[in-house]
């Protein structure tokens, strides 16, 4: 074999021995369904995790009991939602790599066979050339620019999906909560609306009390009825929506014992500046908004810098019939004549102004937010006050009536309503205290920051959110 050829060949041989292989990762549903029904709040791994991300020991383990920050760590262990912007930002990295990629010298191989020999040598004509391209205008930095502001906006998506989880496992612990405690207090109205029915019943057999008495007892036994199986199936839904946000089966909840005892307490409203301030420095959507437009800035610059074109050096060897040549100069140069894109600015721009506008609206949508919430907020402990008056007094009233019936002058069934009054109590201030909380978490998701410093830190470091 000619060793004009063989050398450019096996140049190219060694430079492709570097090339990376595929590596095939199937999957398959019955896979992914088995990986799903494996997980639970009992492996190892999620212990080291915790253990990592809490910075305590957590012992023993199995926890006895979860409350809602080893919850949310786990739901961020377990989120697919993560999983999904983690992935995300991993195809946003590789992008900026992409983005500074150098551009590769083109190698060629002329080959030329004269039928006629003009030459002393043999008749033809081969070698060896390099098409070098230089890139400029700085375009290479204004691509990995552009590239990495799109990476830190998918790095912050993940702090904002973190946030979303955060919320979700909150919401879903409170509907369980509100559940639980109304079956508990259902529970207990049921008994005592059943005991006073049976009472009138009996009284009905003397004549001491009417029909139209006896349908009213049973309209209100069938209604609490009717409230406590709604209250049972809300605390399942509560349950399977916090298993769904923690990317959980439900049968690896079911067997959990769960403190919920945090949403007894409320906390106070922050000032309106701080409020305002966590909202605007805190809130990752805002920062990822931020920079998208500063990617769209790098774009536009991008865009301006092709108008001035590339430059491609030619070097190269030749043997010509005989003759020994070695090349040096310009491949081309492409001359912006007709275009010098005056389209592709045009459009940059018009992304730049979009994707100012779009932050400048969420901004405004934000500050609204989160005006909205504060003051609700301030509203629902007001109520919430008034309303631990309400059952405070109530309380009192019952035990009035207790006092009265030891002390014969009421009679059983009066003490019953006189109970069933103060369950009737104890559920509106459930549902204040509920209403309240809900209050606290709309304020909280328009800070996207806990209002309680008990609770999980969101602004957490790329290692607790990216495992």
Same mark, same amino acid.
Request: glycine share 6%; hydrophobic share 40%; charged share 20%.
């Given at each position: 074999?000619?060793?004009? $050829? ?64 080893? *919850? ?38 002329? +080959? ?22 230089? /890139? ?5 930095g204004y691509r990995i ?7 830190? !906006? ?6 904002? /999906? ?19 405690? #109304? ?7 049921? =008994?005592?609306?059943?005991? &006073? $029915? ?66 007894? #307490? ?7 500046? /701080? ?5 605007? +420095? ?30 491609? &050096? ?13 090349? +040096? ?56 006050? *008034? ?8 309380? @009192?009233? $019952? ?5 009265? +019936? !030891? ?6 069934? =009066?003490?019953?309503?006189? @109970? ?15 209403? =309240? ?11 996207q920051r806990p209002l ?10 790329? @290692?607790? &959110?990216?495992?």
């Open positions: 074999m000619n060793t004009h $050829l063989f050398r450019p060949l096996m140049l190219a041989c060694v430079v492709l021995t570097g090339c990376a292989s595929y590596q095939p990762k199937p999957i398959t549903p019955t896979q992914l369904a088995k990986n799903f029904e494996q997980r639970t709040l009992t492996n190892d791994a999620l212990r080291a995790y915790l253990v990592r991300q809490s910075g305590h020991p957590v012992k023993p383990w199995p926890l006895p009991r979860w409350n809602r920050e080893m *919850l949310t760590l786990a739901a961020y262990y377990y989120s697919p939602a993560l999983d999904v912007a983690r992935a995300q930002w991993g195809v946003s990295k590789a992008g900026v790599e992409v983005a500074g990629a150098i551009p590769n010298p083109v190698l060629q191989l002329p +080959f030329q066979y004269s039928t006629v020999n003009p030459g002393p040598g043999r008749p033809y004509t081969t070698g060896l050339g390099l098409d070098i391209p230089i /890139e400029t205008a700085h375009k290479r620019d552009q590239a990495s502001h799109l990476s830190e !906006a998918a790095r912050l998506n993940i702090r904002s /999906e973190a946030w979303k989880t955060h919320s979700q496992v909150r919401d879903a612990l409170l509907n369980l909560f509100a559940a639980r405690k #109304r079956t508990a207090l259902l529970t207990q109205k049921v =008994a005592v609306q059943q005991h &006073i $029915l049976d009472m009138m019943k009996k009284r009905e057999t003397v004549g001491e009390t009417a029909e139209p008495d006896i349908n009213l007892a049973v309209r209100v036994l069938g209604q609490a009825q009717t409230d406590l199986v709604a209250a049972g199936s809300a605390s399942q839904d509560a349950l399977a929506r916090l298993a769904s946000v923690m990317g959980l089966p439900i049968g690896a909840l079911e067997s959990v014992q769960l403190n919920l005892d945090e949403f007894e #307490r409320t906390g106070a409203a922050p000032p309106p500046a /701080e409020a305002r301030r966590a909202a605007i +420095f805190n809130r990752a959507d805002l920062l990822g908004s931020l920079a998208k437009y500063e990617a769209a800035e790098g774009a536009l610059q991008l865009e301006i810098a092709k108008q001035y074109p590339d430059i491609h &050096i030619g070097l190269g060897y030749t043997y010509d019939t005989g003759t020994n040549k070695i090349g +040096f100069g310009l491949a081309g140069i492409a001359l912006p004549i007709f275009d010098r894109n005056e389209g592709g600015i045009a459009q940059a721009e018009a992304k730049r102004a979009e994707a100012a506008a779009r932050t400048a609206a969420l901004q405004d949508k934000i500050i609204n937010d989160l005006d909205h919430a504060l003051d609700h907020y301030r509203t629902s402990l007001n109520v919430l006050r *008034l309303s631990t008056v309400r059952l405070s007094t109530a309380h @009192k009233q $019952l035990r009035s009536q207790a006092a009265s +019936f !030891a002390a014969g002058a009421i009679d059983r069934p =009066a003490l019953a309503q006189a @109970k069933a009054n103060y369950q009737t109590s104890a559920i509106a201030h459930l549902n204040d205290v509920v209403a =309240a909380q809900q209050a606290a978490g709309a304020l909280e998701d328009a800070m309680s410093p008990s609770t999980p830190n969101w602004t957490m470091t790329q @290692k607790e &959110i990216l495992r």
